[in-house]
């Protein structure tokens, strides 16, 4: 019996097509595997779902919360609802405490502890800051600035570290420099404007070797260096 011719010649490309189990669940059996593989992999995420739900212990005791048929379907929720509840305000004698917010209102007055701030009917107050105001008129403060509010007395008491800050005069040297605030003794004064500052701030004019600081002071770099020129000799 003679071979039958090849149609498409010696050299012809051959195609080769891989059918695999994913092409036969798209294809021909599409209606009965992907059946299953739904079923499958929603049964997958039931027993997930279910698995987490045991691992929290999210179950209530019915003699401790009694529920009715709707309550046992919020269980979860309910036995939540036990340990979120908002912290109670308790009054005591002398007024309202709040622990979380750190306040306590008194017969005495106001205390804030995260603040640092006493303010009470005797009028002595502290305060972080330096500024502070008493009704009697006695007033601390912890960086040098004691004011009087008008009190009844109008004392004012300063230590020794505020009696050193005046000079002569009685005149209140500056605790920071008045260019960049740096909390620093300020050991120098502009020429221009006369005010306390660093020597990080200040600037020496290439002409008339005054001190100056960076406000009354430009920069020139028509020079290989860096020079600095007062307001009046840059013009």
């Known amino acids: 019996m003679p071979k ?8 012809a490309p051959q195609l080769k097509t891989h059918v695999g189990q994913k092409e036969v669940n798209l294809g021909v059996c599409k209606d009965q595997n992907m059946k299953a593989v739904y079923e499958h992999t929603q049964k997958m995420l039931f027993e997930g779902a279910r698995k987490c739900a045991g691992a929290v ?3 209530v005791a019915v003699a401790d ?4 048929h709707h309550d046992h379907l919020l269980a ?3 036995h939540l609802d036990r340990y979120l509840q908002v912290p109670q305000v308790h009054a005591g004698a002398n007024g309202v405490t709040n622990g ?9 007055g106001v205390t804030n502890g995260a603040n640092g701030v ?3 009917a005797n009028g002595h ?15 601390h403060g912890l960086n040098g600035h004691s004011m009087t509010n008008g009190g009844a007395n109008g004392h004012s008491h300063l230590n020794g570290q505020h009696k050193a800050m005046f000079g002569k005069g009685g005149s209140l040297s500056p605790t920071s420099c008045q260019v960049c605030s740096r909390p620093i003794r300020a050991l120098y004064r502009c020429s221009f404007c006369d005010k306390a500052m660093c020597s990080s701030c200040q600037r020496q004019c290439s002409n008339c070797y005054g001190e100056f600081c960076l406000l009354c002071s430009v920069a020139n770099y028509d020079s290989r260096d860096e020079r ?4 009046s000799c840059s013009t």
């Open 4 to 11: 039958r011719p090849n149609p498409w010649g010696d050299y």
């Open 57 to 59: 212990e999210m179950t």
């Open 65 to 68: 919360v009694p529920m009715d």
């Open 76 to 78: 979860g929720q309910m």
């Open 100 to 108: 979380a917010n750190g306040m306590t209102n008194g017969a005495n």
């Open 118 to 120: 006493t303010n009470g």
């Open 125 to 139: 107050s502290h305060a972080l800051n330096g500024h502070s105001h008493g009704l009697n008129g006695h007033s």
């Open 228 to 231: 600095s020129f007062c307001l």
